[in-house]
């Protein structure tokens, strides 16, 4: 099965909160990462975190991580409906930086 | 942030031909490159890992005479899918890597590549 896991699909009223949640099994990623698609395109870097904090704030995203449970989530504060696109969680192995083990991804549906 | 660019965006091809795919970073010296394949609706599949000047690393299951790496120099790396079959067809993604900073890889646009 896959390293890093996440729901396949959320649908979300425009203006409400989005949560998106991740597991992992690598305990020793240093960094993990949630990246944007949009169909068609690259990935975007939206946040990451490093291991040793438990939430990190951007804007509207936050970012929380249980290191114990391994369990990364990002919320959308205010969802629009220009955050309708795929996100994806990845970790970043210690000895292996910059090669990025990615979740399956997650769709989000932004509904006026 | 810095800027990865992959062209083409899309291609198509005639099985049995080859096809060369560009990853340059644009304002920053890549010292490794990733190459990653995209299935509809999966997940990005970590296919290599490119140094500049030395061979390329490739995933088990990846074979290395079908998928040419050479990133010969810091800005630029190409994989080459070689007598490319339909069941190539996927997108394909890079990123690079600057420095030994760990916290971004920064991704190209990716290429849509289909094979007929």
């Known amino acids: 099965g896959e390293d890093v896991e996440q729901s396949l699909f959320l649908s979300v009223r425009e203006g409400d909160s989005s949560v998106i949640n991740c597991t992992y099994t690598d305990s020793s990623s240093t960094y993990l990462y949630w990246y944007k698609q949009e169909p068609g395109a690259g990935l975007q870097l939206l946040t990451y975190?490093?291991?040793?904090?438990d939430m990190k704030q951007d804007q509207r995203l936050t970012v929380l991580l249980n290191k114990k449970d391994k369990h990364l989530s990002l919320r959308i504060a205010d969802t629009q409906t220009g955050d309708s696109a795929i996100y994806f969680c990845a970790e970043s192995p210690s000895d292996s930086w910059g090669k990025l083990q990615f979740g399956a991804g997650t769709q989000v549906v932004v509904t006026p | 942030g810095a800027v990865v660019s992959q062209h083409p965006s899309w291609v198509i091809c005639k099985s049995g031909t080859s096809v060369k795919i560009e990853c340059r970073s644009l304002?920053?010296?890549?010292?490794?490159m990733f190459w990653y394949r995209q299935f509809p609706k999966q997940s990005l599949m970590l296919m290599a890992t490119s140094n500049e000047g030395s061979k390329a690393t490739y995933e088990q299951g990846v074979e290395k005479d079908k998928f040419l790496i050479n990133h010969a120099s810091l800005t630029l790396s190409t994989l080459t899918v070689t007598s490319a079959h339909p069941e190539d067809s996927s997108f394909y993604i890079c990123s690079a890597t600057q420095g030994t900073s760990n916290t971004e890889a920064f991704f190209g646009q990716g290429t849509r590549l289909t094979v007929v």
């Open positions: 304002d920053f010296q890549a010292t490794t």
């Open positions: 975190i490093f291991s040793n904090m």
